[in-house]
């Protein structure tokens, strides 16, 4: 047991039960997981179901009705030190003379209260972090220029430069062709693998992380299920989240969810719709 009462955890997120209520309307209803270092988990969930108001509540940004969120084991309060984030929107004007370089350099300064970093060093942990997102080829090229799939690899180092020990990313693949999607995907996994940092990540879809991802948490209309995808993408579990027969299918491949025969409800065959294929969250 901690000095301030919490249980000692070798998690480094841990979500206890989280509910939040907003003009008198449930967001999130119970909500639990664990993340342990080095894991890389899919937040998947539809628009409403309620992502953002989980991240919010994580970043410290938005009270809890009911439940606690810790962090290797404590309580923490807003823009934690341990906590990088990367948010779904980050307007960059192709004309401001701001390198790619020089963002990422501006990650180091995010928790310091005056203390300055030398310059050798700080030009050190920029070229470290460049390398390791594979930016290094457009370092000195001005951010608002660069392709989505270049601008997510710098975001990301901005936020890893710091060394968080969660990293938060908030739909990172939404504005992403496939290709570039995946490359982003695979390098997340990487850094989470090499360098021990927790990765939650939201997305629509989970095609594009079911090569990597070591555990899912599902949201529909503020309840989860969390676990492997082994357990969590089942039509039994999904059914019962749902409150509704849903089926599971394998499509070449690719996995796609809809609601079982009989449902009313329109099917589009949005591929790996958890979100899409018509059920409401």
């Not at 969120?69 to 030190?81: D, F, S």
């Not at 990088?84 to 501006?106: C, E, S």
């Not at 579990?237 to 027969?245: D, N, P, Q």
């Amino acid at each position: 047991m901690s000095a301030d009462g919490a249980s000692v955890s070798s998690d480094v997120l841990a979500v206890q039960g989280v509910s939040v209520r907003l003009s008198g309307r449930t967001i999130l209803d119970r909500v639990s997981f664990e993340i342990a270092p080095g894991e890389f988990t899919g937040l998947i969930g539809s628009n409403g179901a309620g992502k953002t108001t989980l991240f919010r509540v994580i970043l410290g940004l938005q009270a809890a009705s009911a439940g606690r969120v810790l962090v290797e084991g404590r309580k923490h309060g807003r823009r934690h030190r341990l906590i990088g984030y990367v948010p779904q929107k980050f307007l960059l004007d192709p004309d401001v003379p701001l390198r790619a370089r020089d963002l990422v350099g501006l990650g180091i300064d995010a928790h310091r209260l005056g203390v300055p970093v030398p310059s050798r060093t700080r030009r050190a942990l920029v070229e470290q972090m460049l390398h390791a997102v594979d930016a290094d080829r457009f370092a000195d090229a001005r951010v608002g220029k660069l392709s989505g799939g270049e601008q997510q690899r710098i975001l990301i180092a901005h936020a890893l430069i710091a060394k968080p020990r969660l990293l938060l990313l908030d739909e990172p693949l939404a504005n992403l062709d496939l290709g570039n999607a995946q490359e982003v995907v695979t390098l997340l996994a990487r850094v989470a693998r090499e360098q021990q940092v927790a990765v939650l990540i939201s997305a629509h879809e989970i095609n594009p992380l079911l090569p990597v991802m070591d555990r899912i948490v599902y949201l529909a209309a503020g309840r989860a299920v969390s676990g492997t995808t082994e357990e969590v993408v089942r039509a039994d579990v999904l059914s019962e989240l749902y409150g509704r027969h849903v089926d599971v299918l394998d499509v070449h491949g690719r996995v796609l969810i809809v609601a079982g025969a009989g449902e009313d409800t329109d099917l589009t065959g949005h591929e790996g719709a958890f979100p899409g294929a018509g059920i409401p969250g």
